[in-house]
Nanobody
Framework: QVQLVESGGDLVQAGGSLRLSCVAFGIIFSNNDMSWYRQTLENQREEVAMISRRSAITYTDSVKGRFTISRDNAKNTVYLQMNDLKPEDTGVYYC??????????WGRGTLVTVSS
């Protein structure tokens, strides 16, 4: 059974940092492109960062220079280091795994709240 389990969400003041983790079970992790999405009350779910199975990386413009995505294939884990957090970063952060031509899997999310 496939499971993606996120952790690391918390309440933090603006300017602070958090590190999110997502551990994958039941997939060949190294074959999957891994993404972090976030969903706020106002917006649809948006992709924040992606790291491909070949470690190519993309970020949405609003987090460039502040967030860093990385992966450890030996630990089946993808990370999102978030620095200089802003209130608009508040939301539920979801992990997504996608193997090209294969199914998409989602975690249940972890809540990040940034106070001003």
């Amino acid at each position: 059974q496939v499971q993606l389990v996120e952790s690391g969400g918390d309440l933090v003041q603006a300017g602070g940092s958090l590190r999110l983790s997502c551990v994958a079970f039941g997939i060949i992790f190294s074959n999957n492109d891994m993404s972090w999405y976030r969903q706020t009350l106002e917006n649809q779910r948006e992709e924040v960062a992606m790291i491909s199975r070949r470690s190519a990386i993309t970020y949405t413009d609003s987090v460039k220079g502040r967030f860093t995505i990385s992966r450890d294939n030996a630990k089946n884990t993808v990370y999102l280091q978030m620095n200089d957090l802003k209130p608009e970063d508040t939301g539920v952060y979801y992990c997504k795994a996608r193997r090209p031509g294969g199914p998409i899997y989602w975690g249940r999310g972890t809540l990040v709240t940034v106070s001003s």
